[in-house]
Every structure is written in C-alpha cells, then in structure tokens.
C-alpha cells in the first residue's frame, strides 16, 4: 500500500515560540495552541525529510562516489574535490537537522506517559541515522549533540568505535529500542508513522535488520558472530520486500522524487558511468533496462561513461550515453527511498554464512537476495540468471565479491551505500577516474564541513588533526 505525506507548516512553532521574549510570552500566550510539536508530526517529519533528502543526495552525490552514474558538469565533486559539493555533496545538515527533531521525540517519550509508544522508534531511528552519518565521516559529534543550547552548541568529536558499541552509541539504542517496543502496554497508538503504519511489530524487524547490517560492517574490528547468529536463529528481521522499511515516492508533486521535480537540464546532467556499465553488461543483466535508457543515438545501445572527466578540457556528445531511468524521474511513483530491505538484509547473511559468522547456506541466501532485488526493480529474473552468469561460486568466482557486486547495483537509489560497502569489502572493483584533483586517489570518507571549523573551531580542529587534516583519504575506524 502507497504511503503518502502531505507536510504542514506547523513547524515554523518551534522559531515563533524560541523568537518570544519572556515578559511577551507570559503575557501573550495563547492558552489553545500547542507549546510543543506533537511526537506524531515530528516523526512524520523525521521519516520524510530524512527519505526524501538522503534519496537525492545519495543519487547525486552517493551515486558518483559508488560510481553508479557520472557527472557531465558542475562536476568537481565527481572529480573528488569533495570539499567543494555541488548539486549535493553535503548531507552533514540532513543528519544533523533529523537527528535534532528525533531527540525531541525521543525525550517527550520518556517525559510524559501518553508519548511512550514513541520511545522505540526514535531510539531505532537514531540509531539508523547515527549509523549512516558515522560511516560516512567517522568522528562526528554525538553523545553531546542533537540537544539544543541546553547542553552545549560546540559538542565534541567521538571516536566511531564508541558510537557503535558505547552505552547510547548504535547497537545499544537498538537494543533498547526493541526492548522499549517489547515492554510498551499501553493503548495510545503510534501515530505518524509512514513507515509502517503504526506497527511496533516491523519496527523490530526493522531494527534486527539494522543490528546485522551494524555487526557486519563492523566486523572486522570486533567479533560478532554470537551476535549475529542468535539474531539469525530468532529470525525476527526484514525476510521479504512485503516488510521493507521503504518510502513510497509517488509519480506527482508533493512526494516524487526530487530529481522528477528539478529542470531537465540538472537530471540530464548525469549519465551511467562506465563502472555499472561493464558489471551489467558482463552479468547479462536486464535491470540495466530500468535502471538505465538507451543511448540517445541508438536504442538498442546502453553505454557509461568514465567518472570524472574534466569537463572544461573534454568534449562529449550526451546522446552517446545513457541517462537515468525513467523510474528516477517520469515513473517515480515506482520508486523507494530505501531506509532497509529484505534483499540488503539477505545479502548481508550471505555473507556472513560465506564467512562462517552463522551457520547457514549462503548459496540459499545469495539467490534469495538476488530475487527480491530483481522484485525491488520491478525487473522480470531470467530463468538461467542463477545458473549462468550470476551463478554463486563457479568458475572461480570470488563469492564475497558476488554478493557484494549484487547488493551494489540493487543500491542504485543509495549511493553512499554502494560506497561505503566498497570502501569495507573492495568490491565492486571501482574504476580510476578521468581527471582526479584527489591524486588518482577514491576517497574513503566525507570530509567534514567547512561550517564547523567557524562554528565549533576547537572540536574541528581536533578532529581534524586526528584525521590527517580532514582528509578525504584517512579511513574511518572500521576501515583501517
């Protein structure tokens, strides 16, 4: 069913109110309006912006990065001078903004008893949205931050293994967002929720889902095979795409996808990049029909282009390559901002069955994830795809990298996914781009903005000398 979210304004009470001097607030206040944002607005608020937010820059940004798509202009971000985003490239404000307004949620929970159905879903969803603003910078402010002026407006830096696995850090607000979800008796409703409709039941699936995929991008640093089978044993996770935890973008204003609201000129100025390309074409895979369109020259012909190119220096005619698909901008109304899904889910066990974390078939969960990504593209499977070039493990085939690969290209609508999976595991095997500013180098992290080194100096500067001047080429914790 097609979740849809008409947005109000009645946000702006947040900067009337904090506007107020004191003597005009005791004297001026309204005693039948609202002090206080509702929890049920606020996650509305949460979910959607975060979904609608995240899918365009995790197309324009995260797309070029994971090498799914190639920027024919405004393109230093694609030539990876990362420090200076254009048309996206700077998500560190989307992070901030939702991670703020979930906190609110989070304490009108624990404060007043008619909110406390809220109280799992804003610790599951922290912990969701920590995760992916960590994986992208590393270091980032957290235990201090998200809590207004009342706490303090310059927090520190901390370290991503203590985001993680510290007491509030990912895996224990998922914990105890489950637990929270699992002890709540009460009547009241969750209300707001474009998720799930209200059902607490799915945000447990949701958050299982979110502890394996935290385990297994931190598994290199830590042992969490226990972890990871009693979670696998219990089965409570995302199993199919029935139960994804997905946005429904629809095909008209206001919930399309951005990139179906922007002038053809800014869609138009990204084409498939030679990366996808090849891996498609080698796997004779027919999502690349969907994901993609024929060249402009030839409709029979599907053709990327290298990343990076200098486009001052290089002359290119556009009809020589392929454009997004059409579900990215006319069909939008088939599209999902993807927050987590059977097929990631069962990618991420195959995984970690190939590598004996559970004991499980990984060949089972390698074609059953491979199916419902086919589903998720609304793409027909081919009969041999399994038995032929998709094949698990013959001829000679590097399986880590098979799984990998797939979950790659069913990530098309999350780029930074894409990237940060390659910067874990290697795979897919990223292309050298045309004309790097970064010394023929891929970054493997974000920088950090150039806002915080006005607004929170000492922190920055911190952070920044333990990260080699803020480099784009110092790996995060679980990378090293």
């Given at each position: 069913?097609?979740?849809?979210?008409?947005?109000?304004?009645?946000?702006?009470?947040f900067a009337a109110i904090s506007s107020c001097t004191k003597d005009f607030e005791d004297i001026n206040t309204n005693p039948n309006a609202p002090l206080q944002v509702q929890p049920s607005l606020l996650l509305r608020?949460?979910?959607?912006?975060y979904s609608e937010e995240m899918s365009y820059e995790g197309f324009v940004a995260g797309n070029l990065l994971g090498q799914y798509l190639t920027a024919l202009d405004f393109n230093l971000f694609d030539r990876h001078?990362?420090?200076?985003?254009?048309?996206?490239?700077?998500?560190?404000?989307?992070?901030?903004?939702?991670?703020?307004?979930?906190?609110?949620?989070?304490?009108?929970?624990?404060?007043?008893?008619?909110?406390?159905?809220?109280?799992?879903?804003?610790?599951?969803?922290?912990?969701?949205?920590?995760?992916?603003?960590?994986?992208?910078?590393?270091?980032?402010?957290?235990?201090?931050?998200?809590?207004?002026?009342?706490?303090?407006?310059?927090?520190?830096?901390?370290?991503?293994?203590?985001?993680?696995?510290?007491?509030?850090?990912?895996?224990?607000?998922?914990?105890?967002?489950?637990?929270?979800?699992?002890?709540?008796?009460?009547?009241?409703?969750?209300?707001?929720?474009?998720?799930?409709?209200?059902?607490?039941?799915?945000?447990?699936?949701?958050?299982?889902?979110?502890?394996?995929?935290?385990?297994?991008?931190?598994?290199?640093?830590?042992?969490?095979?226990?972890?990871?089978?009693?979670?696998?044993?219990?089965?409570?996770?995302?199993?199919?795409?029935?139960?994804?935890?997905?946005?429904?973008?629809?095909?008209?204003?206001?919930?399309?996808?951005?990139?179906?609201?922007?002038?053809?000129?800014?869609?138009?100025?990204?084409?498939?990049?030679?990366?996808?390309?090849?891996?498609?074409?080698?796997?004779?895979?027919?999502?690349?029909?969907?994901?993609?369109?024929?060249?402009?020259?030839?409709?029979?012909?599907?053709?990327?282009?290298?990343?990076?190119?200098?486009?001052?220096?290089?002359?290119?005619?556009?009809?020589?390559?392929?454009?997004?698909?059409?579900?990215?901008?006319?069909?939008?109304?088939?599209?999902?901002?993807?927050?987590?899904?059977?097929?990631?889910?069962?990618?991420?066990?195959?995984?970690?069955?190939?590598?004996?974390?559970?004991?499980?078939?990984?060949?089972?969960?390698?074609?059953?994830?491979?199916?419902?990504?086919?589903?998720?593209?609304?793409?027909?499977?081919?009969?041999?795809?399994?038995?032929?070039?998709?094949?698990?493990?013959?001829?000679?085939?590097?399986?880590?990298?098979?799984?990998?690969?797939?979950?790659?290209?069913?990530?098309?609508?999350?780029?930074?996914?894409?990237?940060?999976?390659?910067?874990?595991?290697?795979?897919?095997?990223?292309?050298?781009?045309?004309?790097?500013?970064?010394?023929?180098?891929?970054?493997?992290?974000?920088?950090?903005?150039?806002?915080?080194?006005?607004?929170?100096?000492?922190?920055?500067?911190?952070?920044?000398?333990?990260?080699?001047?803020?480099?784009?080429?110092?790996?995060?914790?679980?990378?090293?």
């Amino acid at each position: 069913m097609k979740r849809f979210i008409y947005i109000t304004a009645l946000l702006v009470a947040f900067a009337a109110i904090s506007s107020c001097t004191k003597d005009f607030e005791d004297i001026n206040t309204n005693p039948n309006a609202p002090l206080q944002v509702q929890p049920s607005l606020l996650l509305r608020q949460v979910i959607y912006d975060y979904s609608e937010e995240m899918s365009y820059e995790g197309f324009v940004a995260g797309n070029l990065l994971g090498q799914y798509l190639t920027a024919l202009d405004f393109n230093l971000f694609d030539r990876h001078a990362l420090k200076s985003p254009q048309l996206g490239g700077n998500p560190w404000p989307v992070f901030y903004t939702n991670l703020r307004d979930n906190e609110i949620i989070l304490e009108q929970a624990r404060t007043t008893e008619a909110n406390r159905v809220y109280e799992g879903p804003a610790l599951i969803m922290k912990a969701y949205m920590a995760a992916a603003l960590t994986d992208i910078y590393g270091d980032v402010p957290y235990f201090e931050a998200f809590k207004g002026k009342e706490v303090t407006t310059t927090p520190k830096y901390d370290a991503q293994e203590d985001i993680y696995l510290a007491e509030g850090g990912i895996l224990d607000n998922l914990d105890k967002g489950i637990a929270a979800i699992q002890n709540y008796n009460g009547a009241i409703k969750l209300e707001g929720d474009i998720l799930f409709n209200g059902n607490l039941d799915n945000w447990i699936q949701f958050a299982n889902s979110l502890k394996i995929k935290s385990l297994m991008r931190i598994s290199e640093k830590t042992d969490v095979a226990s972890q990871l089978q009693q979670v696998y044993q219990e089965g409570n996770f995302i199993r199919s795409n029935v139960d994804n935890a997905t946005f429904d973008f629809t095909d008209g204003e206001p919930n399309n996808f951005r990139l179906a609201r922007l002038r053809a000129g800014d869609f138009n100025n990204f084409v498939m990049s030679e990366t996808i390309d090849e891996i498609l074409h080698d796997l004779e895979d027919p999502r690349i029909e969907v994901l993609f369109r024929p060249t402009g020259n030839d409709p029979q012909v599907y053709n990327g282009l290298i990343n990076g190119i200098d486009a001052s220096q290089t002359s290119i005619s556009p009809a020589d390559y392929s454009y997004a698909g059409k579900i990215f901008r006319e069909n939008s109304g088939m599209l999902d901002a993807n927050f987590m899904t059977g097929w990631e889910t069962n990618f991420l066990l195959a995984e970690a069955a190939e590598k004996g974390y559970i004991q499980a078939d990984p060949k089972m969960l390698y074609e059953l994830a491979v199916t419902q990504a086919f589903e998720y593209w609304n793409t027909a499977l081919p009969q041999d795809y399994l038995s032929a070039t998709a094949a698990y493990g013959t001829d000679g085939k590097d399986k880590i990298e098979q799984i990998i690969t797939q979950k790659w290209i069913a990530n098309m609508i999350n780029g930074y996914e894409g990237w940060t999976e390659w910067r874990r595991t290697g795979f897919p095997d990223l292309k050298p781009i045309s004309a790097s500013l970064n010394n023929d180098l891929i970054p493997v992290r974000m920088p950090y903005p150039t806002e915080e080194a006005a607004l929170n100096a000492q922190n920055y500067n911190q952070a920044a000398s333990t990260t080699n001047d803020n480099s784009i080429n110092f790996p995060v914790w679980w990378d090293e």
